[in-house]
């Protein structure tokens, strides 16, 4: 299993691009993968920047997944309501 934690919170380099496609070619149909972001699914391939490589990876990240969204007030933004009262 690998955890993508955060995805797409700083630009990908040509170097992250390619190293990502590798890492996700040699799992795909084999191994886990968890994705988590604060960016919707959506705005996934602007954020690799490259259009070919992002067709690539999202290829192998997205149209086989599960997809989960939530919804709702921050989870941390409630925390620090309960901690003030």
Known sequence: LIILDDWGLAPMTDLHRRDLLE??????GKRSTIV????????????IGDPT???AILDRLVHNA?????????MRKKAINLDQN
């Open 66 to 74: 599960y997809k989960i969204e939530l919804k709702g007030e921050s």
């Open 23 to 28: 890492l996700l070619e040699d799992r795909y």
């Open 53 to 55: 490589l992002a067709d």
């Open 36 to 47: 988590t972001s604060q960016l919707p699914v959506t705005a996934w391939h602007e954020s």
